[in-house]
């Protein structure tokens, strides 16, 4: 730990902020702490009041600018970590505690926030001489406790100064050892490349959920064969070391017990698997506690990326948290519900075509994502090194994924410019390779009436961003006709293919 970095004042005592708390105490921090819910603070101060280790290191408010106050003479300078909700909250917190800012102050800022945002803040603090650095934090609560995957963005000189601080608490890299941070670049580079993740995130969420009911309601497996599926997937080949099939291994293998967890949720004397106690209704996305997901097709939208993998992700998430409304539709339109797959193909061919078209669809939302950070560093001038995005993602996030990372990052390294990764050979190779079993997925799970959006939707992309004979040819031709659009031709150098421009030609179709 740099001796210029000796305290540090956490703003939110939440899941991730009080994980933080506690983990920056283990540093060798004098670590104050605030939140606007008084028992937050509590909570976290009496946890690391009974922990030996770090006993005495961490110091609650209740007062915001007591709080700000206690960093004075610690440091060389007073050091934050926001870890609040995005928006409004944010901006409030920063009115209130501005009065005690100094020059050369910096704030970290934890939390998942529009980059715009960041980029708003970054101007308001730097006419006052203050840091203020945007900060994806990835993993959860667990890894803001054991590391996270970092990924701040913003002014060079003052990362400098706590890149060694950042890099003590990141995750590392088991393979190498290096710590899974690096500066993104300036602005709100580090938001906006946590929000890609997160987008990535969603596509990969709902493939493997889609690969579980394809198993349970398909295949009619038992929870947890499908865990011993996923163990032997994340042991070997293109799906190992995988976080999420990881933890799906073990959410799957996980039984109800008499005493239930610590807290004596999932306690039944029936035994049972505790994943039939969870309802199909992810609400994050609903009741605007999470943003990064929706800014991520906004940004895929407005800067001309396809992101469809991760679109239909989102978009079945959003189905899902309105239930009420699901229900009432359910009665309405009287859809059938997954019905065991038939045919001929054994059951461990089937799953070998499942898996395939999991990493296929898996390496798609990387493909997506990784597209939409270079189109952005370029418009926005970032000069983002796509191979650090894969570096920092090799511990201690969601999304961490060996196979996958070791495929992409050398020639992203190579290439920061790279705004379509499938002209990389290996990766249009992998992507060609695992086609058929997605294929073969998607048909058999269409006829059976498997709920598969993420992964047609992968099926679909890989069809269009490889085709040379789109039914856009029909399209053009009724725009034209409508409104007279105009078209290029077929064969005609300069228009075939030709850059991104509006055709010369028209057919008056129709005399007004």
Same mark, same amino acid.
């Given at each position: 730990?740099?001796?210029?970095?000796?305290?540090?004042?956490?703003?939110?005592?939440?899941?991730?902020?009080?994980?933080?708390?506690?983990?920056?105490?283990?540093?060798?921090? &004098?670590?104050?702490?605030?939140?606007?819910?008084?028992?937050?603070?509590?909570?976290?101060?009496?946890?690391?009041?009974?922990? !030996?280790?770090?006993?005495?290191?961490?110091?609650?408010?209740?007062?915001?600018?007591?709080?700000?106050?206690?960093?004075?003479?610690?440091?060389?300078?007073?050091?934050?970590?926001?870890?609040?909700?995005?928006? !409004?909250?944010?901006?409030?917190?920063?009115?209130?505690?501005?009065?005690?800012?100094?020059?050369?102050?910096?704030?970290?800022?934890?939390?998942?926030?529009?980059?715009?945002?960041?980029?708003?803040?970054?101007?308001?603090?730097? &006419?006052?001489?203050?840091?203020?650095?945007?900060?994806?934090?990835?993993? %959860?609560?667990?890894?803001?406790?054991?590391?996270?995957?970092?990924?701040?963005?913003?002014?060079?000189?003052?990362?400098?100064?706590?890149?060694?601080?950042?890099?003590?608490?990141?995750?590392? #890299?088991? !393979?190498?050892?290096?710590?899974?941070?690096?500066?993104?670049?300036?602005?709100?580079?580090?938001?906006?490349?946590?929000?890609?993740?997160?987008?990535?995130? %969603?596509?990969?969420?709902?493939?493997?959920?889609?690969?579980?009911?394809?198993?349970?309601?398909?295949?009619?497996?038992?929870?947890?064969?499908?865990?011993?599926?996923?163990?032997?997937?994340?042991?070997?080949?293109?799906?190992?070391?995988?976080?999420?099939?990881?933890?799906?291994?073990?959410?799957?293998?996980?039984? *109800?017990?008499?005493?239930?967890?610590?807290?004596?949720?999932?306690?039944?004397?029936?035994?049972?698997?505790?994943?039939?106690?969870?309802?199909?209704?992810?609400?994050? #996305? #609903?009741?605007?506690?999470?943003?990064?997901?929706?800014?991520?097709?906004?940004?895929?939208?407005? *800067?001309?990326?396809?992101?469809?993998?991760?679109?239909?992700?989102?978009?079945?998430?959003?189905?899902?948290?309105?239930?009420?409304?699901?229900?009432?539709?359910?009665?309405?339109?009287?859809? =059938?519900? =997954?019905?065991?797959?038939?045919?001929?193909?054994?059951?461990?061919?089937?799953?070998?075509?499942?898996?395939?078209?999991?990493?296929?669809?898996?390496?798609?939302?990387?493909?997506?994502?990784?597209?939409?950070?270079?189109?952005?560093?370029?418009?926005?001038?970032?000069?983002?090194?796509?191979?650090?995005?894969?570096?920092?993602?090799?511990?201690?996030?969601?999304?961490?994924?060996?196979?996958?990372?070791?495929?992409?990052?050398?020639?992203?390294?190579?290439?920061?410019?790279?705004?379509?990764?499938?002209?990389?050979?290996?990766?249009?190779?992998?992507?060609?390779?695992?086609?058929?079993?997605?294929?073969?997925?998607?048909?058999?799970?269409?006829?059976?009436?498997?709920?598969?959006?993420?992964?047609?939707?992968?099926?679909?992309?890989?069809?269009?961003?490889?085709?040379?004979?789109?039914?856009? !040819?029909?399209?053009?031709?009724?725009?034209?006709?409508?409104?007279?659009?105009?078209?290029?031709?077929?064969?005609?150098?300069?228009?075939?293919?030709?850059?991104?421009?509006?055709?010369?030609?028209?057919?008056?179709?129709?005399?007004?």
């Amino acid at each position: 730990m740099p001796s210029s970095i000796k305290s540090i004042g956490v703003v939110g005592a939440g899941n991730m902020g009080s994980m933080m708390t506690l983990r920056f105490a283990e540093l060798g921090l &004098a670590v104050s702490v605030w939140d606007i819910e008084k028992k937050n603070v509590d909570q976290v101060v009496e946890h690391a009041t009974n922990d !030996k280790g770090i006993k005495g290191r961490v110091q609650g408010f209740y007062n915001i600018n007591d709080f700000a106050k206690s960093l004075e003479g610690k440091s060389d300078r007073k050091l934050f970590m926001f870890s609040i909700t995005h928006g !409004k909250p944010a901006d409030e917190v920063l009115r209130m505690i501005k009065p005690d800012l100094k020059k050369g102050d910096i704030i970290l800022d934890g939390g998942n926030e529009n980059y715009r945002n960041t980029e708003r803040r970054q101007k308001e603090c730097a &006419a006052i001489g203050v840091s203020w650095i945007g900060m994806g934090v990835s993993g %959860g609560y667990q890894s803001a406790r054991r590391g996270p995957s970092l990924s701040p963005g913003g002014d060079a000189k003052a990362l400098q100064l706590v890149m060694p601080f950042l890099e003590s608490y990141a995750a590392k #890299d088991p !393979k190498s050892g290096t710590p899974c941070v690096k500066r993104m670049g300036p602005g709100g580079s580090g938001h906006f490349i946590k929000m890609v993740h997160n987008g990535i995130e %969603g596509g990969m969420l709902s493939v493997l959920a889609e690969a579980w009911q394809y198993m349970h309601d398909g295949l009619g497996m038992e929870h947890s064969k499908i865990g011993d599926v996923f163990q032997t997937w994340n042991e070997a080949g293109e799906l190992r070391s995988n976080f999420l099939i990881h933890i799906g291994e073990k959410i799957l293998h996980t039984w *109800r017990t008499p005493e239930g967890d610590h807290k004596g949720e999932g306690a039944s004397r029936d035994g049972g698997y505790v994943l039939d106690d969870v309802l199909d209704k992810v609400v994050q #996305d #609903d009741d605007n506690t999470e943003g990064t997901p929706l800014w991520c097709l906004m940004e895929s939208a407005s *800067r001309h990326v396809s992101c469809p993998t991760l679109a239909a992700a989102h978009y079945m998430r959003i189905s899902s948290g309105n239930r009420q409304e699901r229900v009432r539709a359910a009665k309405k339109l009287e859809m =059938p519900m =997954p019905k065991p797959i038939e045919g001929t193909r054994d059951y461990k061919e089937i799953i070998e075509s499942l898996r395939q078209a999991v990493y296929c669809s898996f390496l798609a939302s990387f493909c997506q994502g990784l597209e939409l950070i270079s189109r952005a560093s370029i418009d926005e001038g970032w000069n983002v090194n796509l191979g650090d995005c894969l570096q920092i993602w090799r511990a201690g996030c969601i999304i961490q994924s060996d196979h996958i990372a070791d495929l992409l990052q050398p020639p992203l390294a190579a290439n920061n410019e790279l705004t379509n990764a499938k002209f990389v050979d290996s990766v249009a190779h992998e992507l060609h390779k695992s086609f058929q079993g997605l294929k073969e997925i998607v048909m058999e799970g269409t006829m059976s009436d498997q709920y598969i959006p993420a992964l047609s939707a992968t099926l679909e992309y890989l069809k269009y961003e490889g085709g040379l004979g789109l039914p856009t !040819k029909f399209m053009e031709a009724q725009m034209d006709y409508f409104g007279a659009h105009n078209y290029n031709k077929p064969g005609i150098p300069g228009e075939d293919p030709g850059p991104v421009h509006k055709g010369p030609h028209h057919y008056e179709w129709l005399p007004a």
